[in-house]
């Protein structure tokens, strides 16, 4: 016979165990909804409403959701934030419909089928019959940006996208471009510059472990059309990139710096003040003293710009949503 001792144990122990499965499923719900909402509903099928609304009952009857329910789905809306404190999903109803949405990190792809299909759309099949074969082909005229930024990204899923592939990916029309998730070298950066003097916008979040000064330092006397550039978590940028943005970056409207404690306080106020053109700088989680906040957010109320810096509360400078812009700034296809 078990002791009353032994029986407790084993209680307080199930109830350890399904406080576990309730946060997994939890958590998996929540990766299921950032991929569906964000990146995901045109290309599994949903429709997509004015915002990036999609109907409530038509998730629910996606297969990734079988296991879900409507009032988990409404919970999770309402209870989700970001590490930024940031709701992640809102919902809405209207005309006796429910609608959902993220709140941010929408970019969504295409359908590479046909509605209702399995059958490839003639544009998908076209561009992976050149991206299986990109030898053959010299793109450096093609005119046309989003034709060459799905192949971009239809490589970069595939993981394919080596320098090779830049060298003949990476042409003069492109204006927007996003490094992030990618490995890259500095041959790739010293591709870009080369071949592409119209970039605009620029990603280069988490390429920490390749980004330096003195890259940077090329980087922005090569590229004098930047207006926005995403360099979070590239920690071994300092105050040399901070003089180098503000030297050269001209155009300069948007930059992230977040996740890099490796910029003063006094580098970022002189960005601020010598970037005639910057609106938007995201700093969220640099230490800033009492002092330097006053002085950043003056600065931000004169030029009319937008910051976001944990704690800042400013309605005039400070965005309603600290990640709205994120992951990436401007417009990437």
Same mark, same amino acid.
């Given at each position: 016979?078990?002791?009353?001792?032994?029986?407790?144990?084993?209680?307080?122990?199930?109830?350890?165990?399904?406080?576990?499965?309730?946060?997994?499923?939890?958590?998996?719900?929540?990766?299921?909804?950032?991929?569906?909402?964000?990146?995901?509903?045109?290309?599994?099928?949903?429709?997509?409403?004015?915002?990036?609304?999609?109907?409530?009952?038509?998730?629910?009857?996606?297969?990734?959701?079988?296991?879900?329910?409507?009032?988990?789905?409404?919970?999770?809306?309402?209870?989700?934030?970001?590490?930024r404190n940031a709701k992640r999903f809102e919902w809405k109803e209207e005309?006796?419909?429910?609608?959902?949405?993220?709140?941010?990190?929408?970019?969504?792809?295409?359908?590479?089928?046909?509605?209702?299909?399995?059958?490839?759309t003639l544009k998908n099949a076209c561009l992976q019959y050149v991206c299986?074969?990109?030898?053959?082909?010299?793109?450096?005229?093609?005119?046309?940006?989003?034709?060459?930024?799905?192949?971009?990204?239809?490589?970069?899923?595939?993981?394919?996208?080596?320098?090779?592939?830049?060298?003949?990916?990476?042409?003069?029309?492109?204006?927007?471009?996003?490094?992030?998730?990618?490995?890259?070298?500095?041959?790739?950066?010293?591709?870009?510059?080369?071949?592409?003097?119209?970039?605009?916008?620029?990603?280069?979040?988490?390429?920490?472990?390749?980004? !330096? =000064?003195?890259?940077?330092?090329? @980087?922005? +006397?090569?590229?004098?059309? $930047?207006?926005? *550039? #995403? %360099?979070?978590?590239?920690?071994?940028? !300092? =105050?040399?990139?901070?003089?180098? @943005?503000? +030297?050269?970056?001209?155009? $300069?409207?948007? *930059? #992230? %710096?977040?996740?890099?404690?490796?910029?003063?306080?006094?580098?970022?106020?002189? @960005?601020?003040?010598?970037?005639?053109? $910057?609106?938007? *700088?995201?700093?969220?989680?640099?230490?800033?003293?009492?002092?330097?906040?006053?002085?950043?957010?003056?600065?931000?109320?004169?030029?009319?710009?937008?910051?976001?810096?944990?704690?800042?509360?400013?309605?005039?400078?400070?965005?309603?949503?600290?990640?709205?812009?994120?992951?990436?700034?401007?417009?990437?296809?």
């Open positions: 016979m078990k002791s009353r001792g032994n029986r407790n144990r084993m209680g307080t122990e199930q109830n350890v165990a399904s406080e576990e499965t309730k946060m997994e499923k939890d958590e998996r719900l929540s990766k299921r909804l950032c991929y569906i909402l964000r990146y995901g509903a045109v290309k599994e099928g949903l429709k997509l409403y004015e915002g990036g609304f999609v109907d409530m009952n038509q998730l629910l009857e996606l297969e990734l959701m079988r296991h879900n329910t409507k009032e988990e789905v409404l919970n999770e809306a309402d209870v989700s934030v970001s590490h005309n006796g419909k429910m609608f959902i949405r993220a709140c941010f990190c929408r970019n969504f792809e295409e359908n590479p089928c046909h509605e209702g299909s399995k059958v490839p299986n074969n990109l030898n053959d082909y010299d793109l450096e005229d093609f005119p046309d940006e989003h034709l060459i930024s799905k192949m971009i990204q239809k490589m970069k899923k595939q993981n394919k996208l080596n320098n090779t592939a830049m060298r003949q990916l990476l042409v003069p029309v492109l204006e927007h471009l996003d490094f992030s998730g990618i490995y890259i070298t500095d041959s790739t950066l010293k591709i870009l510059w080369r071949n592409c003097p119209n970039i605009r916008v620029l990603s280069l979040k988490d390429c920490g472990y390749l980004i !330096t =000064d003195n890259l940077m330092e090329q @980087l922005v +006397k090569k590229l004098l059309h $930047l207006e926005s *550039l #995403n %360099l979070c978590a590239c920690k071994h940028l !300092t =105050d040399r990139s901070a003089s180098a @943005l503000s +030297k050269h970056a001209k155009n $300069l409207r948007e *930059l #992230n %710096l977040s996740w890099i404690s490796t910029i003063s306080e006094a580098a970022i106020i002189n @960005l601020m003040t010598k970037c005639p053109k $910057l609106v938007f *700088l995201d700093i969220y989680d640099h230490k800033i003293s009492a002092e330097s906040r006053s002085v950043m957010t003056d600065i931000a109320r004169q030029r009319k710009m937008k910051i976001v810096l944990k704690g800042l509360t400013d309605q005039e400078i400070a965005l309603e949503n600290p990640c709205s812009l994120l992951p990436n700034f401007g417009k990437v296809w």
